[in-house]
């Protein structure tokens, strides 16, 4: 009997920090697409955000990895490895690295609502599945987006085409569940300082196994 590939939900952000809705979302996401694992991508940084208060992406995997603690979810900084800005170049070279592997992309609705202005969005959504979690305040500006205009045509109901959309691209899912109102806006305005607890860390990269120090690579 042939084993199926495995099937990797793939969560990228900057994780800045890391924090609790991130591990519920994640395991939400497990559990209704039958996901094997996630894998938290943390990002160098992101070509739509001020690099402004920004932690180093040692702090940051250090976050994310304390989160991801006894839960089928893997932390890499394999963006910065790769040297990818870009998720269409993530993307696709996941897909080269780890051919044996299934993929869907994770984001919440607030992502959805701008999507439209990732470059190569389309291709994006024809390397793989998307999975979109809802976030309180972003779904209506989601649903009215133009990625949602575009990627209509292709949404999977949760619960009647789920296989399909685990497979085959272009395939849109919207997943609805309790929405958690955490963010890493208010997590940094309460607590500015918060990557001092992870100062002088080395951690290892949970998927490629390399050495991560407090400043990155």
């Given at each position: 009997?042939?084993?199926?590939?495995?099937?990797?939900?793939?969560?990228?952000?900057?994780?800045?920090?890391?924090?609790?809705?991130?591990?519920?979302?994640?395991?939400?996401?497990?559990?209704?697409?039958?996901?094997?694992?996630?894998?938290?991508?943390?990002?160098?940084?992101?070509?739509?955000?001020?690099?402004?208060?920004?932690?180093?992406?040692?702090?940051?995997?250090?976050?994310?990895?304390?989160?991801?603690?006894?839960?089928?979810?893997?932390?890499?900084?394999?963006?910065?490895?790769?040297?990818?800005?870009?998720?269409?170049?993530?993307?696709?070279?996941?897909?080269?690295?780890?051919?044996?592997?299934?993929?869907?992309?994770?984001?919440?609705?607030?992502?959805?609502?701008?999507?439209?202005?990732?470059?190569?969005?389309?291709?994006?959504?024809?390397?793989?599945?998307?999975?979109?979690?809802?976030?309180?305040?972003?779904?209506?500006?989601?649903?009215?987006?133009?990625?949602?205009?575009?990627?209509?045509?292709?949404?999977?109901?949760?619960?009647?085409?789920?296989?399909?959309?685990?497979?085959?691209?272009?395939?849109?899912?919207?997943?609805?569940?309790?929405?958690?109102?955490?963010?890493?806006?208010?997590?940094?305005a309460s607590d500015p300082h918060w990557q001092h607890r992870f100062s002088g860390q080395h951690q290892r990269d949970m998927l490629?196994?390399?050495?991560?120090?407090?400043?990155?690579?």
């Amino acid at each position: 009997m042939i084993a199926r590939p495995s099937l990797i939900g793939l969560l990228g952000g900057s994780f800045n920090p890391a924090h609790g809705a991130h591990r519920r979302i994640s395991l939400f996401a497990l559990d209704a697409l039958g996901l094997d694992e996630v894998w938290w991508l943390v990002s160098p940084g992101n070509v739509l955000k001020s690099a402004e208060g920004m932690a180093p992406i040692g702090a940051r995997v250090s976050s994310a990895r304390k989160l991801a603690r006894c839960a089928p979810i893997r932390v890499t900084a394999i963006e910065e490895q790769m040297g990818t800005r870009f998720t269409l170049d993530t993307l696709r070279k996941l897909k080269g690295r780890y051919p044996k592997k299934h993929f869907v992309w994770l984001m919440g609705s607030d992502n959805l609502a701008q999507f439209h202005r990732w470059r190569g969005w389309r291709s994006i959504a024809r390397e793989m599945p998307i999975a979109v979690i809802a976030r309180p305040g972003y779904d209506r500006a989601a649903m009215a987006s133009p990625a949602m205009a575009w990627l209509r045509r292709w949404r999977r109901w949760h619960g009647l085409e789920l296989n399909g959309a685990k497979r085959s691209a272009p395939a849109l899912t919207i997943l609805r569940f309790d929405p958690d109102e955490r963010s890493a806006t208010e997590i940094r305005a309460s607590d500015p300082h918060w990557q001092h607890r992870f100062s002088g860390q080395h951690q290892r990269d949970m998927l490629t196994n390399r050495v991560i120090g407090p400043d990155g690579l």
